[in-house]
């Protein structure tokens, strides 16, 4: 949704019937998209599933130390692509997409939250908290054995031992 708003030819190899030209690529059809990204969400959550939608809102300051240090160091190389420098020209352009994505497809049955990015040890305490504190809401607990298998649980250790 995002990258195809950016760089709208890459639209053409989804091979939508409706979309011939850029010109089909009006604010309606992303306006469209993200009506029909609310009504699938909306769908799965009515049929059980829970929706949580997480934006790793990094700055572009540390985006910028991420990418020189993929570069610094040996190790991290791998991570790097020249095409990162190349989007990287694009922030603006992504920042309206991602702001206008976030509005229209935040809904109180599939929310969006949007979590700090630049610590990486916050962003993932924030994350974990919060799907953490969903489970509690729907009373999720972790499995437990019924109290009559815990109770031969050696005799099931010693059947398995003497094969």
Partial sequence: MLVTRVHAEYVFGEKIPSVNSVDDLSDDFYSKRME??????????DNGTIVLKFFLNLSKEEQKNRLLRRLRLK??????????????KLWDKYQFCYQELLNKTSKEHAPWFVIPADDKPT?????AEIILNTLKHYNFKAPELPAKY?????????QLESE
């Avoid at 109770?151 to 250790?157: D, Q, R, S």
């Fill in 36 to 45: 029909e990204i609310n009504n699938f969400e909306k769908h799965i959550v």
């Fill in 150 to 158: 815990k109770v031969e649980i050696e005799n099931y250790k010693a």
């Fill in 75 to 88: 190790e991290k190389n791998w991570k790097f692509s020249p095409g990162d420098l190349k989007e990287r």
């Fill in 123 to 127: 962003a993932r305490t924030l994350v």
